[in-house]
């Protein structure tokens, strides 16, 4: 049975930086898509960044590009989102989802229909 488990998630000022975990537990990660969405209220959830089988590949949505870093370690099979110079449009749920398949590419690794699993989310609330 997969397990998602995020955490990291807070209150900070404009500008300042949080650092989201998640703890994938009954999954394997090689040749597959695992990613970071958000989603505010009264919007649809989207894509913030993306991985690879364990760090091959990385992608960023425009919005974080430049402030945002997604990262993986493997021995603990836990996926990291590094978020600095935040933004109050940045303040939304953040999840952690995790596909099934490897064989996802281009703006489409971004679209939560692609991940099968995913945690139970952890809030991030960015103040002017």
């Known amino acids: 049975q997969v397990q998602l488990v995020e955490s990291g998630g807070g209150s900070v000022q404009a500008g300042g930086s949080l650092r989201l975990s998640c703890a994938a537990s009954?999954?394997?990660?090689?040749?597959?898509?695992m990613g970071w969405f958000r989603q505010a209220p009264g919007k649809e959830r989207e894509g913030v960044a993306v991985?690879?089988?364990?760090?091959?590949?990385?992608d960023y949505a425009d919005s974080v590009k430049g402030r945002f870093t997604i990262s993986q370690d493997n021995a603990k099979n836990t996926v990291y989102l590094q978020m600095n110079s935040l933004k109050p449009e940045d303040t939304a749920m953040y999840y952690c989802a995790a596909s099934d398949a490897g064989d996802i590419v281009g703006r489409v690794r971004f679209q939560a229909g692609r991940y099968r699993y995913w945690g139970q989310g952890t809030q991030v609330t960015v103040s002017s």
């Open positions: 009954g999954y394997t990660y090689s040749r597959k898509w």
């Open positions: 991985i690879y089988s364990g760090g091959i590949i990385t």
